[in-house]
């Protein structure tokens, strides 16, 4: 993952990690289970955690010493899955895609020059590929960040390559524009995208974009698994992706363009 840029506050980058530790496990926890998971000291994690129930965004529990997001932060950021975005329904279908296929499910998005995996619903197989939430990867490098790239007019496709390629995270050269914009091209014809390798040489993603009308963020799922696993297998896992997702996995990028 990217290191955060360097006029990020510690603390509130920490806090927002904190949320979304509680928003994938799903449980109270105390202090001590939260330092070892995002792997900060133990005193001020403690810190934040006190901080956060002070201010009536966690509930903590005298008989078991553990925290818990309150009503409050469920109650934050309501208007936007409500306004702007299915969210509630999108991930759903994640969950759904996931037990049927029992990969990771990554739901993706456009930050900047990367694609930031907003929501991630770990596999069970096993072996299986890990993503948390929150990760940025270079669009170009990106399975998701190929097909979010593929949702946009040539024009400004071009701009987003360029700045990707700006803010290039592997340890290879980047490709050339030539040959990024070619593939792209492809991607766009097809309506999804599969690469293994991109990121990790023993893993694979195959990746849609999603049917969003505007004024929501584009966005696209992908599966995430061993590359061996999608031996043979991609027309069937495409078609699950789909099924499940009906009206929002419309099969071509053009379908995309015209509700997007």
């Not at 955060?4 to 509680?22: C, G, N």
């Not at 590929?129 to 979010?148: D, E, N």
């Not at 290879?172 to 070619?182: D, I, Q, R, S, T």
């Not at 966005?219 to 999608?230: E, I």
Request: aromatic fraction near 6%; glycine fraction near 8%; include cysteine.
């Amino acid at each position: 993952m990217p290191k955060p840029d360097q006029s990020v506050v510690k603390s509130a980058a920490r806090t927002l990690e904190i949320f979304e530790y509680f928003d994938e496990a799903r449980r109270p926890a105390h202090i001590q289970e939260v330092a070892l998971a995002l792997g900060y000291p133990h005193s001020s994690t403690a810190a934040l955690l006190r901080s956060l129930a002070d201010l009536g965004y966690l509930d903590y529990s005298v008989e078991d010493k553990t925290y818990f997001p309150s009503i409050r932060v469920s109650l934050l950021g309501h208007w936007v899955g409500d306004e702007v975005l299915p969210l509630r329904r999108i991930q759903q279908q994640m969950r759904d895609i996931a037990e049927q296929t029992q990969m990771t499910v990554v739901l993706g998005a456009v930050s900047g020059g990367y694609c930031q995996y907003v929501r991630v619903i770990e596999g069970t197989t096993p072996i299986r590929y890990h993503v948390k939430a929150g990760t940025r990867r270079c669009l170009v490098r990106s399975t998701l960040g190929r097909v979010l790239l593929a949702m946009e007019p040539p024009d400004v496709r071009a701009r987003m390559v360029a700045e990707a390629l700006a803010v290039w995270d592997g340890d290879e050269a980047p490709p050339p524009v030539e040959e990024v914009a070619g593939d792209l091209a492809q991607v766009a014809g097809r309506g999804h995208a599969f690469y293994a390798g991109l990121v990790n040489e023993n893993a694979a993603v195959l990746a849609i974009p999603l049917a969003v009308s505007p004024p929501a963020r584009p966005l696209a799922l992908g599966l995430a698994a061993p590359k061996d696993l999608f031996r043979s297998r991609r027309a069937e896992l495409l078609k699950i992706m789909r099924d499940v997702l009906g009206s929002l996995g419309a099969s071509g990028l053009g379908a995309v363009q015209k509700t997007a």
